[in-house]
């Protein structure tokens, strides 16, 4: 079955950085769409990058552009976030998503079928 596991998660203070690693299993990336979403309690759950599957266009919440990276590894089945210059805001729990979607339809959770569990990100002093 289809499976995403996250990684990489952690304790940062303001301006550091940090690399989530996302593996996938059951399914191969070459025909999907995968991105990664952050949530706190109380809150929506936004996109924060993707990648389409229709022609590997990227895309980034306003928030984070500049500043994060989405990357995937085909070979590896293994997409990865690099988080450069975090914020407090940036805080959350981040999922890891997978999907059909084309173009930047990626960017809503409505478009992804298989889901990570999850991994806390936490920017602070």
């Known amino acids: 079955q289809a499976q995403l596991v996250e990684s990489g998660g952690g304790l940062v203070q303001p301006g550091g950085s940090l690399r989530l690693s996302c593996a996938a299993s059951g399914f191969s990336l070459d025909y999907s769409a995968i991105g990664w979403f952050r949530q706190v309690p109380g809150k929506e759950r936004e996109g924060v990058s993707c990648?389409?599957?229709?022609?590997?266009?990227?895309y980034y919440a306003n928030s984070v552009k500049g500043r994060f990276t989405i990357s995937r590894d085909n070979a590896k089945d293994t997409v990865y976030l690099q988080m450069n210059r975090l914020r407090p805001e940036d805080t959350g729990v981040y999922y890891c998503a997978a999907g059909r979607a084309s173009g930047s339809y990626c960017r809503n959770s409505y478009a992804m079928d298989y889901w990570g569990k999850g991994i806390l990100v936490t920017v602070s002093s």
């Open positions: 990648i389409s599957s229709s022609d590997g266009s990227r």
